[in-house]
């Protein structure tokens, strides 16, 4: 397992997670225990210093005496640590000790303004710590006020809080072994769907497979569904290219024949006639020509169409057109009306609506008597636009005629034939439409379908 791998990081991000939660859980068990036990001991030493109370009395000479002797075997053997003490509450002098005591004497806690039991910590024989309660209590036929002691080392409290804390970090250690483990193995089957799509991917690259296939999970198959729809518009792209350039070598071939016979054989002693030669070559350059910025514009809409971003206001391309088209034929009167919402907007490149829409309102000034209308709107997720004129219009067989490659229809009016083909091919490659009808203008209706922008 690499450390850069995203096995690596679902791997130690859980397990650090995990030993955050288990070293916390541990710390807060075993803080819970400690303080369950010396609660314990508190309430022990409590019931210890209610029997002291209990026991003890004034004996007839007026002195405090004991009717028994607890029976704890601690209070008897010396330092056991647990032992108890009875003093003056006035000034502190030793009445009655445990055996355990031996020659030493407690510590008395510091008095308080709260009823009950004082509670306190001291270091007590041998250098033991000690927890204490002490209870002053006034005998009944005593004058004077009594301290009564009970002191219990604390060494009980660690000594069992210490196997507490052994036995949760030896369970933490276990649990948390077995959650790597589980983890590692629930990684390694998790992300095994990915090693299949590497492996699938590894196969396209060599040439063995063309597409992603076989059975993922839910959350992986979105991702190989957008892979082979990644695959196979590259496969088009690729297609495209190969057909665009095989269609100008074939449009390229024949002028280029043509040229070569007009130029005759270098041995040739023919004369060669220059102008009919000029004219010959003028027309097929210029045929040439007119092929190569067909096939430009379509391979920059093939490559447009692909940018992710890429959008076009549709009201200012067509104020722009018509305002320059009104310039080039200002020595006609044209009344043009155009019809579009300011916050449409087309989904491609600029430059090809321009394309698009220039060659659409180029054909309609020229055929135009002297009005054209020029609209569009949003129709569900498409940018619709319509230009109208009210010339004399196209039959039916004249519509599908000039739709193709270098038709014309009227010689004698300038233009390569190629702009509606143009129009149809770019809009195809944008994933939209482009149709020819009648107007109720008089005219011809061009009606352009693409793609709208979110």
């Known amino acids: 397992m690499r450390p850069n791998s995203l096995a690596f990081r679902l791997v130690a991000g859980a397990a650090i997670w995990s030993l955050v939660i288990l070293v916390g859980g541990g710390l807060l068990l075993a803080s819970a225990f400690r303080e369950s036990v010396e609660s314990s001991f508190d309430a022990r030493t409590d019931v210890l ?6 026991d ?3 004996g007839p000479e007026g002195r405090l005496v004991l009717r028994r002797r607890f029976t704890q075997a601690r209070f008897e053997r010396p330092f056991s640590g647990l032992y108890w003490q ?7 002098q030793v009445l009655l000790r445990s055996r355990s005591i031996w020659d030493q004497e407690l510590p008395i806690p510091e008095a308080t303004d709260e009823p009950g039991p004082r509670r306190g910590q001291a270091t007590g024989p041998e250098g033991q710590i000690l927890r204490l309660v002490a ?29 507490f804390n052994g036995t949760i970090a030896i369970a933490v250690g276990i649990l948390l072994v077995g959650l790597i483990g589980a983890l590692l193995i629930q990684v390694r089957y998790g992300l095994r769907p990915l090693r299949s799509v590497e492996e699938g991917l590894t196969d396209i690259r060599s040439g063995r497979a063309e597409r992603l296939t076989g059975e993922l999970p839910s959350e992986i198959a979105p991702l190989a569904d957008e892979m082979n729809k990644l695959l196979d518009h590259n496969a088009q792209i690729v297609e495209r290219a190969r057909t665009h350039v095989g269609n100008l070598a074939h449009a390229l071939k024949t002028p280029l024949s043509v040229l070569t016979n007009e130029a005759g054989s270098p041995h040739s002693t023919q004369p060669v006639d220059a102008k009919m030669l000029s004219d010959t070559v003028r027309r097929q350059t210029d045929l040439m020509r007119r092929q190569v910025d067909h096939y430009l514009v379509r391979a920059r809409a093939a490559a447009s169409g692909s940018v992710l971003g890429a959008r076009a206001s549709v009201a200012s391309v067509s104020d722009d057109l018509v305002r320059t088209l009104k310039r080039i034929h200002r020595d006609r009167d044209y009344h043009v009306t155009v019809e579009c919402p300011e916050d449409l907007d087309f989904r491609g490149e600029r430059q090809d609506l321009e394309e ?8 309609a000034f020229k055929w135009a008597d002297g009005r054209i209308s020029v609209h569009a709107e949003r129709i569900a997720e498409q940018v619709v636009i319509t230009v109208e004129d009210d010339g004399p219009g ?21 233009g390569s034939g190629l702009g509606l083909s143009i129009v149809e091919d770019v809009a195809g490659l944008y994933q939209g439409s482009f149709e020819l009808d009648a107007s109720p203008l008089g005219g011809v209706k061009a009606r352009l379908s693409l793609p709208l922008a979110a």
Do not use: C, H, Q, Y
Not at 86 to 92: I, K
Not at 138 to 159: N, Q, Y
């Open 49 to 54: 210093l209610g029997g002291l109370i209990a």
């Open 394 to 414: 196209l039959s039916e067989e004249e519509r599908a005629r000039v739709l193709k490659r270098g038709a014309r229809l009227d010689e004698s009016v300038p």
């Open 356 to 363: 698009l829409l220039g060659n659409l309102l180029d054909n």
């Open 86 to 92: 009875v003093t003056n509450a006035s000034d502190g």
């Open 135 to 163: 209870r002053d209590v006034t005998l009944p036929g005593a004058s004077r006020e009594f301290t009564f002691i009970v002191a219990g080392a604390v060494d009980d409290i660690e000594r069992e809080t210490e196997a």
């Open 56 to 58: 003890a009395e004034i």
